[in-house]
């Protein structure tokens, strides 16, 4: 089991940038693959992005592809979505995750532990 810390939210203006953090607890972090989800009000959890446990592969939403970059660091336990060019459609609470895919790597279903998440607000 790993426990993760997400950070790094916040208010910014349209077209502008931010970086979220995942902080994971536990000596298995770097066995694990790592991605980011979001929610927004009213709505289901979707995909963002997601990177093998190597760093080997990353995959990313259509939605975000170009824009975000996600990345990790295996001997600190931590994990990153650096995110550009922020869209007011980008608004959601971010949830960092772990979890070993079988199936589909977009999938919330497929992702064993969760961060707490951090509100991500872009303003018009």
């Known amino acids: 089991q790993v426990q993760l810390v997400d950070s790094g939210g916040g208010l910014v203006q349209a077209g502008g940038s931010l970086r979220l953090s995942c902080a994971a607890s536990?000596?298995?972090?770097?066995?694990?693959?790592m991605g980011w989800f979001r929610q927004a009000p009213g709505k289901e959890r979707e995909f963002v992005a997601a990177?093998?446990?190597?760093?080997?592969?990353?995959y990313y939403a259509d939605s975000v592809k170009g824009r975000f970059t996600i990345s990790r660091d295996n001997a600190n336990n931590m994990g990153y979505l650096q995110m550009n060019s922020l869209k007011p459609e980008d608004t959601a609470v971010y949830y960092c995750?772990?979890?070993?895919?079988?199936?589909?790597?977009?999938?919330?279903?497929?992702?064993?532990?969760w961060g707490q998440g951090t509100q991500v607000t872009v303003s018009s």
């Open positions: 995750a772990t979890g070993r895919p079988q199936y589909d790597s977009r999938s919330p279903k497929e992702y064993n532990d």
């Open positions: 536990g000596r298995t972090f770097s066995t694990y693959n």
């Open positions: 990177i093998s446990s190597s760093s080997s592969f990353a």
